[in-house]
């Protein structure tokens, strides 16, 4: 398992660090800094929010997930129903988006928490190949292929249009985030989450000083379905449109790339993994789509054999064996 | 009514037998060094696309180029192995995937660098063609073949493992590695050249592979649920889990593309689900 060290993991309270407040402050300036670039900037957002769910389960209390696009495509479908059949307010739709994607997370947890990694990971893959070819089959529903368009969506909170330049959507999502950080914040820090921890590192342990360890894998991974529900919800409503693969294959292999690239277990490596990767992909694929691919392989096998805890761990450690070569 | 029926079963075990020459070898990797190879798909490819380019660009026979294919795939597995795979055989499931995903879309984009993104095809001699008439059935040439290609494969795969030293080595070192090496057993040599062995017949299953699936650069992503699948079900490291489960899978799903085309791929999801959730360990483990 992919874990930053000790110190990185473990705050010693629940108080906001500097470093913490300048990450979300550095968010806050995106919206002045770069105007012409919020649509980026907020699937940014979203793809942070997405990894943010995986990581809750995948480093928090150690389910590999290959499936997790399922609850992302739920909550997406979710919203974007919603806002072309008549019920255009966001924030409701978002709330509907998030809880039929926890509903269908606990209907399935009972299998996908089951047995060990490599059944895991076929189940989830399982679950989510299922829920694509439904989507797919379900054309008259979701628009098979095609997509799902005509998205239309209230004004947020009854005073702000969605702009075409983004700013609504970029704010609205920095909102949602952070208000969803905070909350997986609390969850991880609580006992319940501590619980995690020891169930990833020693699920026969917990079991044995009397933790109800299956419940508390349902627990997170219904938690953790909802929190990617939202994240799906606001795709459909910035982009005011949903396609089919917002279920699909690469987007669950997408998002565990990201977790792994930011480093899995803290939170933050989630988002950061997030913005990496999709300005990466941004950058690489306006060159050529076939070689941000390669690049993309070649980053991970190098992420996996040299720099264990992902981009910012890897960089933290090459610094400091740097500055031991220095002295 | 029997007769499409008897077709259907035809089919399915064709189909099956080379989903076997293709899994074998990520069966043995997961049985024997405990790794998840997601990339295996690209050794089929890369014998797949061996036999198009010997075929296309300095005639070989088609009978000719699948030696090629299996010595091909098998030569880049034996230099993968000690060069990449080996340093992973203890790390977590995780890092094993991302690694193995990682190559594998490495392979695709190569693949298409190299190749083009467009479906290759493959002109098949004129005595693999054609259909003969066996109890009123109509059997298909080349399915026929491929049958006879894989009982071959299996039966010397069957006396390799039980009849010779290298076969009870390999046999020693998937029950217990550490032990295998106490008693002597170059337990990195047996790894090795299994690892070339099953990257081979993947290589070979891959050149048999493109009349029936096709090939195009995303070949093993395409597949991969299916070899998976055939893996899981059959339980690691198990040659005849592995025949049964390839094909039990290959059966099902050319019957749920045939009776219930509506449904189509949720037969084959469907039951990756239901096999998986009653025997979590393999049809094999679950027999004993």
């Not at chain 1, 105007?35 to 990581?55: K, Y």
């Not at chain 1, 704010?171 to 952070?178: C, G, P, T």
């Not at chain 1, 909350?183 to 169930?199: C, K, Q, T």
């Not at chain 2, 096709?214 to 025949?243: E, H, M, N, Q, R």
Request: net charge positive; with cysteine; aromatic share 10%.
């Amino acid at each position: 398992m992919i874990r930053p060290p000790a110190s990185i993991l473990w705050l010693p309270n629940a108080q906001w660090r500097p470093a913490e407040i300048a990450f979300w402050l550095t968010a806050v300036a995106a919206l002045f800094a770069l105007p012409g670039r919020l649509m980026l900037a907020s699937q940014v957002l979203i793809a942070g929010l997405f990894a943010l769910s995986l990581d809750l389960i995948l480093g928090y209390a150690g389910i590999v997930s290959l499936g997790q696009a399922a609850m992302f495509g739920a909550g997406a479908y979710t919203a974007g129903l919603l806002a072309r059949h008549g019920w255009g307010e966001p924030i409701s739709g978002l709330l509907a988006g998030g809880a039929v994607a926890a509903a269908i997370a606990f209907a399935t947890s009972f299998v996908a928490v089951r047995g060990r990694d490599l059944t895991r990971l076929l189940v989830t893959l399982g679950i989510g190949l299922l829920l694509y070819e439904a989507a797919n089959r379900a054309a008259s529903v979701t628009g098979g292929v095609d997509g799902l368009g005509d998205v239309h969506l209230r004004n947020v909170l009854g005073l702000f249009p969605f702009d075409l330049e983004g700013r609504t959507a970029y704010v609205y999502s920095l909102i949602v985030v952070f208000l969803v950080f905070c909350v997986a914040r609390l969850i991880v820090r609580s006992p319940f989450g501590l619980s995690l921890r020891g169930i990833r590192d020693g699920a026969a342990r917990m079991l044995a000083i009397g933790s109800p360890v299956r419940l508390r894998l349902i627990a997170i991974y219904t938690i953790a379905g909802g929190v990617a529900g939202i994240a799906g919800a606001l795709l459909a409503q910035t982009t005011q449109f949903v396609g089919l693969e917002v279920l699909g294959f690469e987007r669950s292999a997408d998002c565990v790339i990201m977790v792994v690239l930011g480093g899995a277990g803290w939170l933050y490596g989630a988002l950061i993994g997030a913005a990496v990767f999709v300005i990466a992909r941004d950058v690489l694929s306006g060159i050529n789509p076939v070689y941000w691919q390669f690049w993309l392989g070649l980053l991970l096998v190098v992420v996996v054999l040299f720099a264990r805890g992902g981009v910012t761990l890897g960089l933290a450690s090459l610094s400091r064996l740097l500055r031991a070569r220095e002295k | 009514m029997f007769a499409t029926l008897a077709g259907v079963l035809f089919d399915g075990v064709a189909y099956g037998s080379l989903l076997f020459l293709i899994s074998i070898g990520l069966s043995v990797t997961l049985g024997l060094m405990n790794f998840i190879n997601l990339a295996h798909g690209a050794f089929a490819m890369l014998g797949g696309y061996v036999c198009t380019m010997a075929m296309a660009r300095l005639g070989v026979p088609f009978l000719a180029t699948l030696p090629l294919a299996f010595v091909a795939a098998a030569a880049v597995g034996a230099a993968l192995e000690p060069l990449l795979y080996r340093r992973l055989y203890r790390a977590s499931p995780l890092d094993q995937v991302l690694f193995s995903f990682g190559l594998t879309l490495m392979s695709v984009a190569a693949a298409t660098y190299v190749w083009g993104s467009g479906q290759q095809a493959v002109r098949l001699p004129r005595f693999l063609l054609g259909q003969v008439q066996f109890l009123g059935l109509d059997l298909g040439v080349y399915r026929l073949f491929l049958i006879g290609v894989v009982a071959a494969t299996m039966l010397g795969l069957l006396s390799l493992v039980t009849g010779t030293r290298f076969g009870a080595q390999i046999r020693a070192c998937v029950d217990n590695a550490q032990a295998s090496a106490g008693l002597g057993i170059n337990v990195n040599r047996v790894f090795g050249v299994s690892f070339a062995l099953g990257s081979g017949l993947a290589g070979l299953g891959g050149a048999l592979a493109i009349d029936v699936l096709g090939l195009d650069p995303t070949f093993p992503l395409k597949y991969l649920v299916y070899f998976l699948l055939v893996v899981v079900v059959g339980g690691a490291g198990s040659l005849a889990g592995t025949l049964i489960a390839s094909i039990v899978v290959g059966i099902f799903d050319v019957a749920g593309k045939y009776y219930v085309p509506a449904i189509g791929a949720f037969v084959i999801y469907g039951l990756m689900l239901v096999l998986l959730l009653l025997f979590p360990g393999g049809l094999r483990r679950s027999w004993r």
